[in-house]
């Protein structure tokens, strides 16, 4: 994966993305507002994949790809406790860091209650550490034993993890 485009956005294209948020994905505006979105400087760079990763203060913050937003897994990291999130065992760990989906015999805990479609943490159970971003599939209150949770979006080591590790540092 490489960088495709990368510019600054101006306040007006700020406030869009601020209003956008609002309207998708309000609970991340929460977790971006601590950054203070509104008097970073905002970048934007988008990947040859088109995904688009909004920048803050040199930190990379969020990610778009589909009309889907979600953090990035060092904010996801930092600010855990504001969003859902599914424990998973150990043994469900290296399938979900190679881009598996979490499967509901591997989750251990639900953290906080989510609806279909809704974005989701998923965090190893030994540290609690984020290691994936998903959609879930399910409500928190259908999960059962057996299928699909949670569609894996965004893990620890896939390619843009990589590049924006690179990049960024």
Do not use: C
């Not at 990947?47 to 803050?56: I, M, N, R, S």
């Not at 889907?68 to 904010?75: G, K, M, R, S």
């Not at 998973?88 to 251990?108: E, Q, Y």
């Amino acid at each position: 994966m490489r960088v495709k485009h990368r510019h600054a956005l101006r306040r007006r294209d700020v406030k869009n993305l601020i209003e956008e948020l609002s309207n998708k994905f309000p609970e991340l505006l929460e977790v971006v507002e601590i950054e203070g979105i509104r008097h970073a400087k905002v970048e934007l760079l988008i990947t040859d994949k088109e995904h688009e990763v909004y920048v803050l203060d040199g930190k990379p913050v969020i990610i778009k790809y589909s009309e889907i937003f979600y953090p990035t897994i060092e904010v996801a990291n930092q600010y855990s406790k504001r969003l859902p999130r599914v424990v998973v065992d150990r043994g469900a760990v290296p399938h979900i860091a190679n881009g598996a989906d979490v499967m509901a015999p591997g989750i251990v805990r639900v953290d906080g209650a989510f609806s279909a479609g809704d974005i989701v943490l998923i965090a190893e159970e030994t540290y609690g550490r984020v290691i994936a971003i998903g959609r879930a599939l399910v409500s928190s209150n259908e999960i059962g034993s057996r299928g699909k949770v949670v569609e894996n979006l965004h893990y620890v080591g896939d390619r843009l993890w990589r590049l924006l590790r690179e990049i960024y540092g």
